[in-house]
């Protein structure tokens, strides 16, 4: 398991970019895949993003593709997500995670999983 840390959230105007960022602990990051979810008032949590451990293999949630990149800098033990184009509707509180297992070979989208979490960044979009 990793400690997770995100940042960069905050309010931003339609149209706007903003570049999430989540700083893991601990010298194993760099064999999980990380993922990025969010949750919106009174909705479920929806997947967005994932990034392989190995090579730098991605899938995206189709409301996002095209408009969001997730990266990650095993160096720093973080990863980043790029979001332009931003809309109202991806206001929501955007939540890092690690998958469950070290070397998945498959990439996952569903919460069930990833087994460790940030606390969490507000991402508030206004029209």
């Known amino acids: 398991q990793v400690q997770l840390v995100e940042s960069g959230g905050g309010l931003v105007q339609a149209g706007d970019s903003l570049r999430l960022s989540c700083a893991a602990s601990g010298d194993t990051f760099r064999t999980y895949n990380m993922g990025w979810f969010r949750q919106a008032p009174g909705k479920e949590r929806e997947f967005v993003a994932t990034i392989s451990w190995s090579s730098p293999g991605t899938y995206y949630a189709d409301s996002v593709k095209g408009r969001f990149t997730i990266s990650r800098d095993n160096a720093r033990n973080t990863v980043y997500l790029q979001m332009n184009s931003l809309k109202p509707e991806d206001t929501a509180v955007y939540y890092c995670?690690?998958?469950?297992?070290?070397?998945?070979?498959?990439?996952?989208?569903?919460?069930?999983?990833?087994?460790?979490w940030g606390q969490g960044t507000q991402v508030t979009v206004s029209s």
């Open positions: 995670a690690a998958d469950s297992t070290r070397y998945a070979f498959a990439l996952h989208s569903t919460s069930g999983d990833f087994g460790s």
